[in-house]
């Protein structure tokens, strides 16, 4: 969680751990507030990671962002979680030109959630689910191109992958280069429609049927 106004963070405050998304949530939005002095009404805009990644979490965050839109009438803004993630890759190793940022959801097995980004963070292929091989991402090497790998699924990729034109960087999702999308999208009046907008989980949720005899 993090407040911010013209992309700079003003206060934030984060939690590593899994499986806390809806007890914790409302605990960080307090902080926050606290640590800007600023009231719930104050907040212009809420933006919110629009996925993919996990189910919870992102049932959680979607729910609690629109409902903050909704009682304060003020705009939501959904951010791709996979560009969140480019945009703090770009950050940590600066943008150059022929680079590519490809960030890594982990969705269990070989399998990751991926897209691809130029070094201005435009969409070069769109989020999807992809199983990972010796063979991934040989095309855009062919070319000539480099590329940076980040996010929670790189690793399982680094481990069968070696190449002088790939970089592994390990910088987490953080909702500081959340609010630097943001507020780019805020300038450009590019809301999300709060009625409509779902998370995108790019796979249907695995859901199983509970074992427990009520």
Do not use: W
Request: with cysteine.
């Amino acid at each position: 969680m993090a407040i911010g106004r013209a992309g700079e963070i003003h206060s934030i405050h984060e939690i590593d751990e899994g499986y806390v998304h809806a007890s914790q949530l409302s605990v960080l939005v307090d902080q926050c507030l606290a640590d800007a002095s600023i009231q719930m009404q104050d907040l212009a805009a809420v933006a919110v990671s629009s996925g993919p990644g996990s189910y919870t979490g992102l049932r959680v965050g979607i729910s609690a962002a629109k409902g903050y839109c909704m009682a304060l009438d003020i705009p939501l803004i959904g951010i791709d979680t996979l560009q969140c993630l480019a945009q703090g890759a770009r950050i940590a190793v600066g943008m150059a030109p022929s680079t590519l940022y490809c960030p890594m959801i982990d969705a269990r097995r070989m399998e990751v959630y991926t897209a691809l980004y130029d070094d201005q963070l435009n969409e070069v292929r769109g989020p999807y689910a992809l199983i990972l091989d010796e063979d991934s991402f040989l095309d855009e090497i062919k070319k000539g191109q480099k590329l940076i790998f980040t996010g929670n699924g790189a690793h399982k990729f680094a481990g069968i992958f070696h190449h002088s034109a790939v970089k592994f960087i390990n910088k987490p999702c953080s909702a500081a280069n959340l609010v630097i999308l943001a507020s780019e999208r805020f300038r450009e009046k590019n809301y999300s429609d709060v009625r409509f907008f779902t998370p995108n989980y790019l796979k249907s949720p695995h859901i199983t049927q509970a074992n427990k005899v009520l």
